[in-house]
């Protein structure tokens, strides 16, 4: 007779996999995102598209990475470790683009939480604009969930800023993804405004003017895949990726560097101070 386990295996955490640019400062990028992966209590993974060289202030250079290298590194954890579910961030340029395109057939089921991220928090271009279209249509109808800012969304849809945000998210929905998440962080509203094609919600936040908000929206995106990966439906995951991003930048470390300064999922300047 076998005798009983008295240390039974834990069960394993969901396994998340973030496709984005690697941030050497480590406010965003993928360095945020396994930030989150961690704060979340998930299995976070990396696919490089591009190396930044970047700080708090700038980002001084860029150097994408061949097509082959992306689809390979997603190749190597699909066929050792599994996939629950993906974030995409960066992608850079078309190139690039094509070959997020090909490792998401390595894993159909996993769903898709797409940032698309276009400039970052310093004012640099981080996706080529001769590759908005197949952004557009090669990766925003694959995504589970899309997670525009207010100035992103008006370039997927070629609108004007001042469209408004519920018009934004219904013509980013119409583009094929299962949900939109405008986030708030560019507006005077700190709301974010989900619709799946059904349901119109905004999902209310505080504002945080002296937080932190570098890689925010990296945090957020990364929550969010983080939770749909354990089993929330796309609008608890939105909720949970609300709270979860506006602790970060509530927490953010101001002082750090000497541009926006990064969020802080884990809240340590916070919990150093009491």
Known sequence: MTPPDRHPRSPLPPRVLSIAGSDSGAGAGIQADLKA???????????????????TAAVTAVYPLPSE???EQVRAVTDDIGVDAVKIGMVGNAEAIGAVGQALDLIPEAPVVLDPVMVAESGARLLDESAEDALRTGLVPRAAVVTPNLSEAAVLVKRDLD??????????????????VVTGGHRASASDVFFDGERLI??????????????????HSSALAAHLALGAD???????????????????????????GPVDVFGAATRAAV
């Open 37 to 55: 992966f961690a704060r979340c209590g998930v299995w976070g993974m990396t696919a490089i598209t591009a190396i930044t060289a970047q700080n």
């Open 234 to 260: 796309p609008l608890m995951a939105a909720q949970q990726a609300k709270e979860i991003a506006a602790a970060a930048v509530r927490d953010g470390l101001r002082g750090l560097g000497s541009g926006a």
């Open 69 to 71: 290298a992306i689809v």
């Open 202 to 219: 905004e999902i209310p936040g505080e504002r945080h003017p002296d937080g932190a908000s570098h890689g925010s929206g990296c945090t």
């Open 163 to 180: 469209a408004g945000v519920e018009d934004l998210a219904r013509a980013i929905h119409a583009l094929g993804p299962g949900a939109v």
